[in-house]
């Protein structure tokens, strides 16, 4: 992660929104963001941002899909899926001072990373009648893979708070507060009791990154990895641990087999899976 | 004293290149001033809107009569201080800590070890030294550095060989330069040291601090009689916030500067 | 209500004292609000014995009492009605005295000066109900590590001083609890404003009241009492006896101290760093726990920014970050700083154990780890004699 963010902005900076293999959904939590959207606006200047851009009449030229730049701040959803989009990130990077990729899309692959464990071939021809219009490549794969970012906002989605926390300590040159530890501090700072010790709940808290707010425990439900692995994760004895709450091997395979399932972390996790026998971690 | 105060306003004096990536700031208040900081202590730095770091006071009257300290830009915090321009506010509290027991070095030796940016919070007890010379025994100073470009405050070190031993070597040289070559333990060789009669300080990357602490013991140094100044994350320095742990000494405390007698085996403990 | 260890010493011995009937708690909790106190004591919510703010006694958890084992907390309904017959929850006081979150001070440049203004928090004056004697010796050191340095925690101090203290003996150990080891309980320790002891038996629902402060006693004074009667008295007195004797664990015959300077190097670290999922859980429900860390924040403008302090734990990989990296990076190092501060290097700091044997870290942890079985691990290599011949590499 780049550190130093240079000098304290006190220009408009200009901010650009890029999307790839998504589904839009981050990039609409920057629309979400209502209270702050106008003094946002003050601050930085939305230059290029489709979602928000009429596609006909005067600014139909900035809405072209590659956009001119440069720009001083680009946040990228999406991953990488086909080879268009394997050069399009790189112009994006070329024009962009600071790039900041939103969501699992962008920073892990994907839940269209599931294409990284089988045949694409297979999928394409379950999928489409006419499967030879479909050019794809064999993997959906993280934007940090394709070029250097200088930071990655989880989620799936991100969090509106994380996001105007992230653009707000850019404009301060500051580093963003957003922690790498499990979502259990989430939970017990907001003194949720823990669903899996007062309930025997499966929860992937222990192991997944902190940002939404722990709100799935808050309401009874276990936290299904969305923001992806925290730091260091144990796998190994959270697997013991899903299984000894009543998950079986397949139900554990895939509950990471989701928005993140590209995540390097969460590779061994079949194996583990399959070692563990019901009962109680060792 | 009460710890949810804020820090005092101050004000960016004078600011100067000492290499590349490291710089002085001279610091005046902006109206009430802390207390007087002794050699060895720290203040916490506030840059408006990105945070506080803890920094040892590298000089304790400048050329305007405030504070110095030396700041390597490593992080958000530290680059932020090395973009300050003269007039710039800041934020200020301390001191903070223990600092060099200068007390227990009169009458003898001083023996005064720094790697790198360590020479920082060594540079008050140079000048401590000089200004009651008849207090002390002479005085040595050994300063290391990855290459010449990396060695700081290089005039000021040139000024004290008339009144001090003075010693300078690098781990790699550059074109040009004439002097020693290799890590700082190897200039103890060419002091006369009288062990019995010495009191070492030593100041620079931990690594550096345990083997030259190591070799003066076995050289004939008490441990005792060996100072070091060593660092972990800090985020209140007043012994609330748990980060500066090095098992039993909270080192915003009872640090930074602590006997080597109290820390040598804790140092030899992997992630303690 | 004091802070001050030497106030405690001296609080008047506890006399016969007086016995008040399950309607008394009603009048109690009537009493503390009439007298301007927030009233906060257990709850049932959400499966577990929570702390929360209480408007009447009808919301104590009477009836419900708990199933605890490591990594497990199950509700269990009591015939007997009893309201304080269950072990520690999910929360300590800690919660209220040394909140998750708070704003220490802001920060504005105004036409290019910083001015900075302090954080002026009135915090409401707090009655705790329900006290357990392991969470009041757990407040008693906090008070010395925030209070009891050359820097006093003025926010803490602040809470702190207001509280008024109602402490209830214990009588209903869980199978985690081991206060005995630690000598914090059953029985309570000093310090409380007011102490009670829960009685429930053929001849009623009733509580044995003490008073160990003078607010304490004027509070008492305004309670539907009488006389504690010597059959009361000696019922309650057994009930807290008998819960001395049925600890669920127990720390080994050791000078823990001792025990954690002398295993750093254990290979046990790296058994339990195979099961620490490092989530931090042992840490946040830990009653002295006190570490923090701090958020500096700004608004959109730019031109304002605030200092913010919040609840750290040192299972955070950031948590011992230098600029070289985390100084400790593996779990096992994690782990070990944990518990060798906590039974250890505590004394070393603030001169005593930091660990109360409420048995929260064992219960909460979600795979179980156990504080005192780790320590009769690490006890047992000392006595092997495989300790001697161990030696770790110096480190780079």
């Known amino acids: 992660m780049v550190t130093d963010l240079g000098p304290v902005i006190r220009t408009r900076p200009k901010l650009a929104v890029w999307k790839f293999a998504s589904c839009d959904g981050c990039q609409l939590t920057l629309l979400d963001c209502e209270d702050e959207l106008l003094g946002l606006t003050e601050r930085v200047r939305i230059d290029h941002f489709l979602e928000m851009t009429p596609a006909e009449g005067a600014d139909r030229e900035r809405a072209q899909l590659d956009g001119r730049g440069p720009y001083d701040l680009s946040l990228v959803e999406g991953s990488i899926t086909t080879a268009e989009d394997a050069e399009r990130i790189q112009h994006v990077r070329r024009i962009s001072r600071y790039l900041v990729t939103i969501g699992a899309c962008a920073t892990a692959g994907g839940v269209q990373a599931l294409r990284n464990f089988a045949d694409v071939d297979d999928f394409l021809a379950a999928v489409y009648a006419r499967p030879e219009y479909i050019a794809t490549l064999e993997t959906s794969t993280p934007i940090s893979a394709h070029v250097p970012v200088d930071f990655e906002l989880r989620g799936c989605p991100i969090d509106r708070r994380q996001l105007i926390e992230v653009i707000t300590a850019y404009l301060a040159g500051r580093r963003p507060q957003i922690s790498h530890h499990s979502v259990c501090f989430e939970c017990k700072r907001r003194g949720t009791t823990c669903i899996t010790v007062a309930h025997g709940t499966p929860c992937l808290g222990p192991v997944t990154h902190a940002g939404c707010g722990a709100i799935c425990p808050a309401y009874g439900r276990g936290c299904y990895g969305c923001f992806g692995p925290s730091s260091k994760p144990n796998l190994r004895s959270m697997v013991a641990q899903l299984r000894h709450d009543g998950m079986s091997e397949r139900d554990v395979q895939r509950v990471f087999r989701t928005f993140n399932a590209a995540s390097p972390e969460y590779a061994p996790v079949p194996d583990l899976a399959a070692e563990e026998r019901q009962g109680p971690p060792a | 004293m009460s710890t949810v105060t804020p820090p005092l306003p101050y004000r960016v004096a004078g600011t100067w290149d000492e290499t590349g990536d490291t710089r002085s700031i001279e610091l005046v208040s902006a109206g009430r001033r802390l207390p007087p900081f002794a050699p060895g202590q720290f203040a916490m730095i506030y840059a408006f809107g990105v945070g506080e770091v803890p920094v040892s006071a590298s000089a304790l009257r400048g050329r305007h009569g405030g504070l110095v300290h030396t700041v390597r830009a490593v992080g958000a915090v530290s680059a932020a201080l090395c973009r300050l321009r003269p007039g710039d506010g800041v934020g200020l509290s301390g001191p903070y800590g223990t600092g060099w027991d200068l007390e227990a070095a009169v009458g003898h030796d001083v023996l005064i070890v720094a790697g790198g940016i360590g020479l920082a919070p060594l540079r008050p007890v140079v000048h401590a030294v000089l200004d009651r010379q008849a207090a002390y025994g002479p005085l040595a100073v050994l300063v290391g550095a990855r290459t010449p470009a990396d060695l700081v405050y290089r005039d000021e070190i040139e000024s004290w060989r008339g009144q001090a031993r003075v010693e300078v070597t690098v781990d790699r040289p550059a074109p040009g330069w004439q002097g020693a070559v290799g890590v700082v333990t190897t200039l103890l060789d060419r002091l006369d040291l009288r062990p019995e009669r010495t009191c070492a300080l030593v100041c620079g990357p931990e690594v550096m601090m345990r083997h030259s602490a190591r070799d003066l013991v076995t050289r004939g140094l008490a441990p005792h009689r060996i100072q070091v100044s060593l660092e972990r994350n800090m985020h209140c320095a007043t012994g609330h916030c748990g980060h500066c742990q090095l098992g039993p000494l909270l080192l915003c405390r009872d640090g930074p500067v602590v006997g080597y007698d109290r820390v040598a085996d804790l140092l030899l403990v992997r992630e303690l | 209500m004091s802070t001050d260890a030497d106030v405690h010493a001296s609080q008047p011995p506890a006399s016969d004292g007086l016995v008040m009937g399950k309607d008394g708690m009603a009048a109690l909790v009537d009493v503390l609000i009439r007298r301007g106190f927030t009233v906060v004591g257990p709850t049932a919510r959400d499966g577990a014995i929570v702390l929360a703010e209480l408007r009447s006694a009808d919301e104590l958890p009477y009836g419900w009492g708990v199933e605890l084992e490591a990594g497990r907390y199950r509700l269990r309904e009591r015939p007997d009605g009893a309201a304080f017959a269950n072990a520690a929850g999910p929360q300590s006081w800690k919660s209220f005295l040394h909140p998750v979150r708070v704003r220490e001070w802001s920060a504005d440049r105004v036409e290019g000066e910083l001015v900075f203004t302090a954080d002026q928090d009135t915090p409401p004056r707090y009655a705790f109900l329900g006290v357990r004697p392991c969470d009041l010796r757990a407040i008693a050191i906090q008070d010395r590590v925030l209070t009891g340095g050359a820097y006093r925690d003025s926010g803490y101090e602040g809470r702190r001083s207001g509280a008024l203290l109602i402490v209830v003996e214990c ?65 309650a007195r057994a009930g807290v006896t008998a819960a001395a004797d049925r600890m669920g664990r127990t720390m080994p015959e050791a000078d823990l101290r001792e025990l954690m300077a002398g295993t750093l190097d254990a290979p046990r670290w790296d058994d339990v760093a195979g099961r620490c999922l490092t989530c931090g859980n042992c840490t946040m429900v830990c009653p002295t726990c006190f570490c923090t860390t701090t958020e500096d924040v700004t608004d959109l403008t730019g031109d304002h920014a605030e200092r913010w302090r919040l609840w750290d734990s040192c299972f955070d990989l950031d948590f011992s970050q230098l600029h070289g990296g985390p100084v400790r990076a593996s779990s096992r190092s994690r782990y070990r700083q944990w518990m060798t501060h906590k039974l250890g290097t505590w004394y070393d700091q603030f001169g005593s154990s930091g660990c109360v044997g409420c048995g929260r870290c064992i219960v909460w942890c979600p795979v179980g780890i156990d504080i005192t079985e780790e320590a009769a691990a690490l006890h047992d290599w000392t006595q092997s004699g495989t300790s001697a011949s161990a030696s770790a590499p110096e480190p780079p």
């Open chain 3, 171 to 235: 009588t209903e150990p869980g199978a985690t609890c081991f206060c005995v080891s630690m000598g914090t309980g059953p029985a309570a320790g000093p310090g409380y404003d007011l102490v009670m002891t829960e009685v429930v038996d053929e001849d009623g629902h009733r509580f044995w009241m003490r008073s160990g402060s003078q607010e304490g006693a004027e509070i008492l004074a305004e309670l539907p009492t009488r006389p504690a009667d010597p059959e009361t008295r000696e019922t």
